[in-house]
Nanobody, 130 residues
């Protein structure tokens, strides 16, 4: 059975940092690209950052470039999103998704078109507030 589980969300003050984790089970993570998405109340889900199965290719939304860093540890079947210099507008539910590499999607495509992703977690809340 496939599971994607996010963790690490919480409440943080503006300018603070959080590290989200995405742990996969039931499928072999090295064969999947991983993406982080977020959805704020009343807004559409948007791609934040995506990484190829090898980690050699990454994509960042312009709103987070330079502040967020995506990474992965295939030996641990886990991917991460390091979020620094957090702003109130980063407040959202953050989701992790996985896409099989044999689908041929670029990391930019899987980030910009959420429906291209195969497996989704249930999300973790990130709130940036003083």
């Amino acid at each position: 059975q496939v599971h994607v589980v996010e963790s690490g969300g919480g409440l943080v003050q503006p300018g603070g940092s959080l590290r989200l984790s995405c742990t996969a089970s039931g499928f072999t993570l090295p064969y999947y690209a991983i993406g982080w998405f977020r959805q704020a109340p009343g807004k559409e889900r948007e791609g934040v950052s995506c990484i190829s199965n090898s980690g050699g290719s990454t994509y960042y939304a312009s709103s987070v470039r330079g502040r967020f860093t995506i990474s992965r540890d295939n030996a641990k079947n886990t991917a991460y999103l390091q979020m620094d210099s957090l702003k109130p507008e980063d407040t959202a539910v953050y989701y992790c998704a996985a896409t099989a590499t044999d689908r041929g999607h670029t990391v930019q495509a899987m980030c910009e078109v959420p429906i291209l992703n195969d497996y989704w977690g249930r999300g973790t809340q990130v709130t940036v507030s003083s």
